[in-house]
């Protein structure tokens, strides 16, 4: 019985640690969405190319390539194009303002998926939910009022958070059905597709300069493909395994703090952030820990 008991605590051990691996690995997603000199939706395109290209043969080297219904591809995928929208206008936000930015609008995730739950899911709307996540809006509102260099950023970042939030419930609907590595594949593909239809549209009002990556542009994309996004989604699904999902899910509140940390060590941001953002922070940090508290209790 000793022996089990020392055997599950290792397992729960390595299981935290995989965890905070995957959390600091997340965070690394704003930081090259900047290093990479593309445009966004050029960005996000090649993002989803190269790693739906890599996912089959990841899973043909596997042999756990499946074959799906029609209507089973279409679901899959247009989970994928919430994705592929939010990751457009997530970059979007860095590049117009930075990666403080972005990722703090990001933390509205919790407001929207409380606003939204609700009435996609049909189940009672949580009072207390919602006005913990009102500090954050509260904390957003800061910065956006007073701190005015940033406010188109700002703006693409809480439609970047909106639609996060539609992919999480979305994903978690759809994903009861389907084994994780093959959906995040049809995910990646169904994105694409849906990209590449809209990108005509897309080019007219935003001319794109540049299509292709070039220089260091090269490594900095390998590594989101496959350490941000595929290595990502993998390590999650092992640390599924070991740990529950409230105890993940808790734990990734903690991104934006370790893109932040990263964006000031790499691109000195703390020179660009002034009292309203710290407050804006504050009010933010406030609200993640009272929804913690409340999980908790």
């Known amino acids: 019985m000793k022996m089990e008991t020392k055997s599950t605590d290792k397992e729960k051990t390595k299981g935290f640690l995989l965890l905070h691996l995957s959390v600091f ?15 966004s939706a050029v960005l996000v395109w090649h993002r989803m190319a190269w790693a739906a290209a890599l996912m089959v043969l990841f899973l ?14 279409l679901q899959m995928g247009g989970v994928g194009v919430l994705l592929c929208l939010h990751w457009v206008f997530f970059y979007a936000s860095i590049k117009a303002s930075n990666v403080s930015i972005g990722v703090v609008c990001f933390s509205l995730v919790g407001f929207f998926t409380a606003l939204f739950e609700p009435i996609i899911n049909k189940h009672r709307f949580s009072v207390r939910e919602f006005l913990f996540s009102i500090l954050t809006v509260c904390g957003v509102y800061l910065i956006f009022q007073f701190d005015t260099r940033y406010r188109l950023g700002i ?27 093959n959906m995040l594949l049809w995910e ?38 496959i350490v941000c996004t595929i290595g990502l989604c993998l390590l999650q ?40 953002f710290i ?3 504050a009010f933010i940090v406030i609200s993640v820990v009272f929804q913690t508290w409340s999980k908790l209790k």
Do not use: W
Request: net charge neutral; hydrophobic share 50%; proline share 4%.
């Open 279 to 281: 407050l804006g922070i």
């Open 60 to 73: 043909l080297f596997r042999k756990e390539l499946k074959r799906y219904k029609f209507k089973d591809l």
């Open 188 to 225: 990646m593909i169904g994105g694409l597709v849906v990209l590449s239809a809209i990108f005509p549209i897309y080019n007219a009002f935003a001319p794109v300069e540049k299509f292709l990556p070039t220089g260091l542009d090269y490594p900095y994309m390998a590594f989101m493909v």
């Open 155 to 181: 703006t693409l970042g809480i439609v970047s958070s909106a639609l996060y939030a539609l992919f999480a419930i979305a994903n978690q609907h759809v994903g009861k059905h389907y084994e994780a590595k």
């Open 25 to 39: 690995i997340a965070g690394f997603t704003g930081v090259l969405g900047r290093l990479i000199e593309l445009d």
């Open 237 to 276: 699904i092992i640390v599924l395994q070991k740990i529950d999902a409230f105890t993940v899910n808790l734990t990734y509140n903690l991104e934006p703090v370790y893109s932040i940390i990263l964006a000031m060590l790499i691109f000195n941001e703390y020179q660009e952030l002034n009292f309203s």
